[in-house]
Every structure is written in structure tokens, then in C-alpha cells.
């Protein structure tokens, strides 16, 4: 079997850059949040959210850091409101620009507040949201950030933490760049895509990041499309 190359460090996505072109911006936002959607990351989100309809009081009180088009909370809101469920949505990005798009994105969902933050400190109590998630935005950190944000993700959940990302090999890599290339004109999803892979990392490797900041018995599961996801369950 040939193992996974190492984990690339040291570059800055096209999309963490300030000052972009807010239609180019937009539209590569747009891209994403479809490929959320294709790849699965969304029901990933919501088969977490399933369980906690009957035993957590309404609202259901949820956390999204690194938000970005805040695509996973709208679908959030949408899974609830065909069950009647209520919720509150705190969308959190550093991005101002993104940020902005975002709260453009959510006028009609009254349950999201997209509000600007720093995920390595996150402005909350502990124990603040019964659900914390983090989508895409691990494989951005590097030397002790990672652990940091785990911590920081652990800290204000309740009862659950999920993490999603990315799982990074040569196989993942190959796939990625021949899929955006053939799904998508958009430079920046083209770049961005698979250099985010290569800073992925392995199921191992997030399971002793979440040991080393304090999660008790966090579970990795493999998703199809290469994601993975990261759960910590607190109650």
C-alpha cells in the first residue's frame, strides 16, 4: 500500500487572501457550497442533528466556525424547519468580506446571525451551543492551531463537536483536481481545491489531535469523496 504523502505547509489559499473581487468571491462561494452539497458534507451535519431533536429543550442552540457562505447553517435551518424544530444558528467567520456574503446569503433565515470572530478564540462562554461545527477549516491550521481549535471547539459545545474535512493521499489529490477541472471553470476552486487536500490529513492523525486537546474517545469515520469527519460527544 502506498502510504499517504506528507502534509503541505507554508502556503495561504487563494480564498484566505484579503481584498478579493467581490463577484469573483461570490461565485467561488457558490461553487463551494455546491460542492458541500454533492460530496455530502451537509447530510454528514444533519445525521448528527437527528438524534438531539428529542432530548435537547428548544431551541437547539448551534455553532458553525469559518462559516463562510454559511451553505451547512442554511441547510441546517431548512432540515428544521420540515420538522418544526426551532433553532438558533451562530455563523462565525474572520473573513470580513465572506462574512458579508454570507449575511447576504441568510436574509431569509432569521434563525442564523452571522457574526465576525477568531475561531482560535472563540467569543463565548464554555458549554455555550448544544451542537458546534467546524466545516473545511482544519487542514487550514498549522503547528499547535490545530490542537488549539479543537480545544476552542470542545470548550463552547454542550454535546457535540463535529468536525469536517478533508483526507489527504495521492488517490484524493488526483480525483480532486480532475473533478474541479471538469465541474468547474472558477480559478480559485481550481487552485484552492486540491492544495486544500494536500493539507489534509489522515484519520490517525485527527484522532491524536483531538486526544491532545482534551476530547474523551473521539471517533473518525471516512465519508465518501474523501471527507472525514471528527465527532467528540460531551452528553
Not at 44 to 57: E, H, Q, S
Request: proline share 6%.
Amino acid at each position: 500500500m502506498v502510504s499517504a504523502p506528507s502534509r503541505l505547509t507554508g502556503v495561504t489559499e487563494l480564498m484566505d487572501r484579503p481584498h478579493q473581487d467581490p463577484g469573483s468571491l461570490r461565485t467561488t462561494l457558490e461553487h463551494l457550497a455546491w460542492v458541500n452539497r454533492w460530496c455530502g458534507a451537509e447530510r454528514a451535519v444533519l445525521r448528527t442533528l437527528a438524534p438531539l431533536r428529542a432530548r435537547v429543550a428548544s431551541p437547539l442552540r448551534i455553532l458553525d466556525v469559518a462559516t463562510g457562505y454559511a451553505d451547512i447553517p442554511r441547510a441546517m435551518a431548512r432540515w428544521a424547519r420540515r420538522r418544526g424544530l426551532a433553532l438558533h444558528i451562530e455563523a462565525l467567520d474572520h473573513h470580513g468580506q465572506i462574512a458579508a456574503l454570507a449575511a447576504a446569503a441568510c436574509l431569509g433565515y432569521p434563525e442564523i446571525r452571522i457574526r465576525a470572530g477568531d475561531a482560535l478564540a472563540l467569543p463565548y462562554p464554555d458549554a455555550s451551543f448544544d451542537v458546534v461545527t467546524a466545516s473545511l477549516l482544519l487542514h487550514h491550521m498549522e503547528a499547535d492551531a490545530p490542537i488549539r481549535l479543537l480545544r476552542e471547539l470542545h470548550r463552547v459545545a454542550r454535546r457535540i463537536v463535529l468536525v469536517s474535512d478533508l483526507r489527504r493521499g495521492r488517490w484524493p489529490f488526483l480525483v480532486a483536481w480532475l473533478a474541479l477541472h471538469l465541474v468547474s471553470r472558477d480559478p480559485m476552486i481550481r487552485h484552492d481545491g486540491p492544495m486544500s487536500v494536500r493539507r489534509g490529513f489522515l484519520p490517525d492523525e485527527l484522532a491524536v489531535l483531538a486526544r491532545e486537546a482534551g476530547w474523551t474517545r473521539p471517533r473518525v469515520t471516512r465519508h465518501s469523496f474523501f471527507r472525514l469527519t471528527l465527532v467528540g460527544v460531551k452528553a
